[in-house]
């Protein structure tokens, strides 16, 4: 303590002096509150109530307010607030429902006061006017705010917040008649004590409870707002409807915020939980607290700044049992640990770091950024050059290097995304169609994935060998296409053999090699062909063929206007007699489209053009029963890696979602996970929502398929009683009316509905907006003025 600093502030003749200094507590604080000229604090909780003096070394404690032999439970407090205007007066609320009012003045030891118990309920806040004596505003558990004339015996007026729990009260520093709640549904509202009727705004601030807000001291329209989501927002109320100017991003749920006296973008927070230090930030630049205060060991349940305008000094109390004063010169700077140094690619391959200004200040090469040339992804407010930042030492620069504008297009990430089928057909046909996407957006490898993945797992037994026999044989019409692709989408670079090898004791059958870069064989010089027993000229001639036209033969329906060529009888060598397996492989033989045709079928065979072939139908039979289904499986996995380590993503998801079971099992659940978020993080930069939407449903991750359900939170008030709706239907508990009706035909809307957040009322889509083109007010005859917007 003795290196702390000593600090004295001189506020209209009277100094502040004063240390970091703590005192113990008896018990657990829940709440403080200092008096109007900051010379004591008083302390309650569930088992402490007292007033200490703040002396310039130390606590003194003057007076402890829990008096009797059997303390009540009037004496357990939730909070405590004292009198700006009178420094005799204090008021707390009690966890047993009773708002009671307490008077320094008093003689005796007991100086209790009045005691209001209209509250059913715990009382979570007492708030005083901040010019009117007599008037005391408290907001409970069981949904009501109360405003209590200290000079009656019984409240004034009653407001009906129509939630389940009113966590925090305010009333306006500017503004003489209003005040804020806010509530345990995410709302904010804004009353006219004039008006308990109903409320002069609402707006959802946060996604779960608001646990507590703050008037701006100097601005009269700032309002500031902490919740459960770990956010500190700034809400301009001086606009028709709230806008949120600031948000700050803390680790913890925000249990209290203070503004600091003096400073205008300077905001004080402490949390519920998990997080026992108390933060001062600057609003501007939210990632990182102004100041820190790391001295209680436990969570923090009250902070106050000492005095109205000295920004200086801190108080707090916590579950520590402590009351602490905190010097703000004696405060840890979190900017003086940060990394200067930083690293990152956007979304369209520009590099940016950011390194120390004194580290490359001599670089006299470096030019200035002057900001991105395309379309931000992100927006940042500018900041005031003419408002400088205190407390910041440090600083860096920033230096961008920008890819070229064509090739660092992502134009091919949003057709891909948008173009791709994912479900809804055949496992064959999903492959064809993105397979056509991905060769139409020149992504030849990804476009022959596709392909493969199509020919290793289509379904091939869907057909019997013998059926397949005998479609094969003399007798058939047409060439059953079990496993074909069409020649068109296949992707240029393919150009490699492809050939099924059978042992020694099997006949061979040669596939036919396949280049579709620029010719489907290759036989300039008419040799043999490679993977053939046969000259190159028995399969197309001796010209060049279009990748587009395949030639099949055809023995029932000869086409003669078609053929060019005739194949010579002496081009076929006899075929050797087959004694091995005659079974297995007697739909090979006397088969007009094998290679091996004896002379006297090469009369009438015919070349005819057809769109597709089969490329592993002929030797379908003779390796379908020795490879099981999931033989590719280390394959496609190895594929999958090699996709997601490039950075595609993309591929990577989409493969998965369309194979789905089959090659689920091969990837451990923590990838797919994190290849799930990494490509539903893309589409939500890019705001393909609905396309984010359908992978999340699609996926075949558990993590993932919960995404939609724990991000998605709907508050629905009875359009009859205006309460909130239970999550057991569309019929209200209470007034046990339909909420689903609507205001304009007065029928059950079954489909697509429509309310407004204001009334409450609503109906069918068309409807409502059909009503809302002519007037303004609501069709239920309420006489709100509503907007869809």
Known sequence: MEKMARVTTALGGNALTGRTMFCHLDAPANAISVCRDAAQVVVAGRNIFKIYSIEEDQFVEKLNLRVGRKPSLNFSCADVVWHQMDENLLATAATNGVVVTWNLGK???????????????????????????????????????????????????????????????????RDYFTFAATFENGNVQLWDIRRPDRYERMFTAHNGPVFCCDWHPEDRGWLATGGRDKMVKVWDMNTTRAKEIYCVQTIASVARVKWRPECKHHIATCSMMVDHNIYVWDVRRPFIPSAMFEEHKDVTTGIVWRHLHDPYFLLSGSKDSTLYQHIFKDASQPIDRANPEGLCYSLYGD????????????????????????HPIFFKRKLDPTEQFEYISSSSALSVFETDVESGSMDWFVHTAKQYALAGRPLAELCDHNAKVAKGLDRNQVAQTWTMLRIIYSSLGTVSSTNLNHSMGKGSTALPLMNSFNLKDIPSG????????????????????????????????NEETEGSDV?????????????????????????????????????????????????????????????????????????????????????????????????????????????????????????????????????????????????????????????????????????????????????????????????RGWICDRCRQCASMCAVCHHVVKGLFVWCQGCSHGGHLQHIMKWLETSSHCPAGCGHLCEYT
């Open 107 to 173: 003689p005796s030891r007991n100086k209790q006061d009045q005691l209001f118990t209209e509250h059913k309920r715990t009382v979570n806040k007492v708030c005083f006017h901040p010019t009117e004596v007599y008037m005391l505003l408290s907001g409970s558990q069981d949904g009501y705010m109360k405003c209590f004339d200290l000079r009656k015996k019984d409240s004034v007026s009653t407001f009906s917040g129509q939630s389940e729990s009113v966590r925090d009260v305010q009333f306006s520093i």
């Open 351 to 374: 590099l940016a770091f950011a390194a120390k200004e004194s580290l490359i200040s001599s670089d006299s090469n470096r030019k200035p950024y002057i900001g991105d040339r395309r």
């Open 494 to 525: 393919l150009g490699s053999e492809s050939r099924l090898d059978r042992s020694k004791g099997e006949s061979r059958t040669e596939n036919i090699l396949m280049d579709s870069s620029s010719t489907l064989i290759n036989n300039e010089d």
């Open 535 to 727: 000259p190159a000229d028995y399969l197309l001639g001796d010209v060049e063929a279009d990748e587009d036209d395949l030639y099949m033969m055809d023995h029932e329906n000869p086409h003669a206007e078609e053929q060019e060529y005739s194949l010579p009888q002496e081009a076929f060598p006899l075929r050797h007699e087959i004694v091995d397996n005659p079974s297995a492989l007697d739909h090979l033989q006397d088969k007009a489209d094998s290679p091996h045709v004896s002379g006297n079928e090469a009369e009438t065979v015919s070349l005819t053009p057809v769109e597709s072939f089969s490329l592993i139908s002929i030797s379908h039979s003779l390796y379908e029963n020795r490879l099981p289904s999931d033989f590719f499986n280390p394959i496609v996995r190895d594929t999958l890696l090699f996709y997601a380590e490039q950075g595609d993503v993309q591929t990577a998801v989409s493969v998965l979602i369309v194979l789905g079971d089959r090659i689920r099992k091969e990837i451990d659940e923590q990838t797919q996970e994190h290849w799930y978020t990494s490509y539903i993080d893309l589409l939500q930069r890019f705001q393909l929502w609905n396309i984010s939407n359908e992978v999340i449903k699609l996926s075949t991750c558990r993590a993932i398929n919960c995404l939609n359900q724990a991000s998605t939170t709907l508050h629905v008030n009875c359009s009859n009683c205006k309460r909130p709706m239970s999550n």
